[in-house]
């Protein structure tokens, strides 16, 4: 009670003449704003920020909070990490309280310091990217798994490229494709894309006309309807002889 009250009024008013200002501003308003600090790591700590090791518990990590707490706010790494003398990781990160125990440990002031495994921090620090990119997958359209695909011959691949109903079927890489709503946008043109209906387009989808990049390949994943039995046509003229 003395150091938070007496001595920072005395201080004021036989200093400078301020008792008033010395109880209310240095003791009163200072205890208050010190003590909503420390107990913003029981609210703000546990609402504002990322989780990047592990999202079973409330606590996040954010610099905001940190500051207002005194390096406090890396709460995410210190539930999951509690036996860490650290409560921030990175050497930047604003953490005062692991700054002056590294400096009592370079003066000899405190040993045994102890630190959580690095492989396990970083492993949860991967489960956490892993969770968030199965999020945005979720989140993203993919092509028919093979097992939902019919198959069919080369043959019937042909009939199909050559039916009645406009459909344009392109077989590549052993599976049957429908080009029919892509084909007016293909970069080359129409004709090019229509020269390899009913055909094997493997080799030209793969470098002989042009080498394709990733996302032609995506693009065209999306339109598999059939899987061709003995991979395409090479695999069904061996299957002849």
Known sequence: MSMTFFVPTLVCGIGWNDYRG??????VLRLVILHHATFCVNSLAHYLGDAPFDDKHTPPDHFITA????????????????????????WFQYDPTKWVIWIAKKCGLATNLKKFPDNEIEK???TMTVKALNKVRDSIAWPKDR???????FEEY?????????????????FVHDVTDFIDSHPDGRALLKSQVGKD?????????????TAAHNLLAMMRVAICEHGGEVGFRKKQL
């Open 201 to 213: 387009a493997t080799v030209p989808f793969h470098g002989g006309v042009h080498a394709h990049n």
């Open 67 to 90: 500051l207002i707490t005194g390096g406090e706010d890396y709460h995410n790494f210190h539930h999951e990490f509690p036996s860490d003398y650290r409560n921030a990781l990175r």
């Open 147 to 153: 097992m939902q695909l019919p198959i069919i011959s």
């Open 124 to 126: 949860g620090r991967y």
């Open 22 to 27: 010395g109880f209310f501003f240095a003791s």
């Open 158 to 174: 042909q009939q199909m490229a050559n039916g009645d109903d406009g459909r344009q079927f392109i077989l590549i890489a052993g």
